[in-house]
Every structure is written in C-alpha cells, then in structure tokens.
C-alpha cells in the first residue's frame, strides 16, 4: 500500500505541475504570438540560427572523467565517444568509460544488426559493457554497486511503452526521467555543486565571432573537475520531448540544472542522428 501511495502522490505532483506549466506556455506563446505581429517580419540577421558549422562545440567530458552510458541502445554513442573522439577527450582511457543497455546481449544485437560489431568493436578497446541495466534501479545491478562516476549520460531516454494519448505519454516519461534522476544520485562523485552555466550572449561582428567558434568549450576546467558529479540528458528539442518539462521534473528529483547546449550532428558521425537535440547537466543538490 505504501509504495502505491508514494507512486499516486508522484504521478498526482507531476500532472499538477504539468498542468500549471501548460497554462503558462499558453500564455507565455500569446505573448510572443503579440509580439511577432507588432514587430512585424525580422532581418535576415536576426532571423536566422547560425549553421552548425559556426557554432562551438561543447565537450561535456574531460579526459580524466569516469563515464557511465545509460540505455545505450546499439553503442553507437560509446564507439563515437571511444574511437572518433574530439581533441579534448582524445586521452580518455576507454577503461574509463562503462556503457550499458537495458535489452539483454541477445535482444540488443538481434534488434540492431550492427550492435554485435560495435560490441566487439569496444570489448577489444577495453570498454566494460553491461546489459539488463534499468535507468530507474541502477542499484540492482551487481557491476555498479559502490562505484562513482563523475558523468552519468542517458541519450534520448523514452518509456517506448507506445501510448498514444499525449498528455499520459508525458507524464509516463516524467515519471520515468524521475525515476531515474533519483535512482542515479548514490552514484554520481561528492564535491561542490557545480557553477550554473549561463548561455553568453553573441557580441561584435561576424568577423569577431568567428574567432571565438574555432575554438571548443570545454565545460569541465580545472574548477568544475573538483565539483560534484553530473548527470547529462540528451532530448530532442521539438515536442512532444519539450513538453516533457525537465526543469520542474528536476527539482522533483532534489536537483538542479547546471547547463543546457545544443548538439549538431556532422558529417559521417558514427553517433545517433536527431534534429538539434539539447543536453541537459544536472547535479544533485
């Protein structure tokens, strides 16, 4: 009885609070629905993202961090992250890195068909691969008991449980992102909450900021490297996955958001595919 309460109160906080949320983006879109109308159409400047290949990248990970995967699927993310990594991370011992898949090792490879040689692929590199790992009891799985890590990443994570009414899809993959921002904090690295990083606005001309894009921001210097461990969530930034309100959810999991970046996908990458998909940092407070 009491862990169906304790599941009725959650399920009741969050579609409370999904609720409020989605009032207030109705009323926040009028607005700028107003607003667009008054100012009439914007400048080519102005209207137009910069292309992926003048932005600078992020890099969530410093060589020296201790990396745990959550869901990785097929290992596409992991062979990426091992075998064609960026210049910051290429020092990152392959030992450091624990990638996990909730299939077992028979199901994965029989459900993507280049899994087997990816797995192969990262054994022989000396990346430790665990199957069965369910993101929301990571306690139960006897390989993880009583480690840290300083990075715990968990790319495009969905309940794939196929509902089609939208509003218990989203409260279904609030309930699971919960369950799993709590279920990760024992095994994230202690030490001070890291500093909350805020988008930097584009200063100067063209010429100016193209300097600066040569470059790759590396979030973790020799300051955040002492802080506490993070978690890194990778969702699509289109809805439903916007709807799925991450920030409310993530104070549910006594936690905060320390950063948020995009993600561009160029060229022959070896890494799963999305449309502009943001990163989410979180820390546990």
């Given at each position: 009885?009491?862990?169906g ?5 959650l399920?009741?906080a ?5 609720s409020?949320?989605?009032k207030?983006q109705?009323a926040?879109?009028a ?5 667009r ?9 102005t209207?137009?993202?910069a292309?992926?290949s ?6 969530p ?10 869901g990785?699927g097929?290992?596409?993310f992991?062979r990426?992250?091992?075998?064609s ?22 199901g ?18 000396g ?9 929301t ?5 006897p ?9 715990i ?14 509003d ?6 609030q ?20 500093v ?19 470059k ?8 955040s ?11 699509r930034?289109?809805t439903p ?22 993600v ?11 449309s ?9 407070t």
């Amino acid at each position: 009885m009491a862990k169906g309460g304790k599941k009725n109160s959650l399920k009741a906080a969050l579609s409370s609070q999904q609720s409020r949320l989605k009032k207030k983006q109705g009323a926040t879109h009028a607005v700028q629905q107003a607003q667009r109308a008054r100012s009439g159409p914007q400048s080519k400047r102005t209207g137009k993202a910069a292309p992926p290949s003048q932005i600078r990248p992020t890099i969530p990970f410093s060589s020296t961090d201790s990396i745990l995967l959550i869901g990785e699927g097929n290992f596409s993310f992991a062979r990426a992250l091992v075998c064609s990594p960026p210049e910051p991370l290429q020092f990152l011992p392959p030992s450091n890195v624990t990638a996990t898949a909730y299939d077992t090792e028979e199901g994965c490879c029989s459900k993507y068909p280049d899994a087997a040689e990816i797995i192969t692929t990262l054994r022989k590199k000396g990346v430790e691969i665990i199957f069965g790992v369910d993101a929301t009891k990571l306690d139960k799985c006897p390989s993880l008991r009583g480690r840290i890590f300083d990075r715990i990443v968990w790319n495009f994570p969905h309940a794939g449980k196929g509902i089609t009414d939208q509003d218990r899809n989203i409260l279904t993959n609030q309930i699971l992102l919960l369950g799993f921002l709590r279920s990760v904090a024992p095994f994230l690295v202690s030490g001070p909450i890291p500093v909350i990083q805020k988008p930097r606005k584009r200063k100067g001309s063209d010429e100016e900021d193209s300097g600066d894009d040569e470059k790759t921001n590396v979030l973790d210097n020799d300051a955040s490297r002492k802080a506490r461990g993070t978690i890194l969530i990778t969702l699509r930034n289109v809805t439903p996955y916007t709807l799925w309100y991450i920030s409310p959810v993530s104070l549910l999991g006594d936690g905060l958001i320390t950063n948020t970046f995009s993600v561009f996908c160029q060229g022959p990458s070896q890494a799963r595919k999305a449309s502009t998909p943001a990163v989410i940092s979180w820390a546990k407070t």
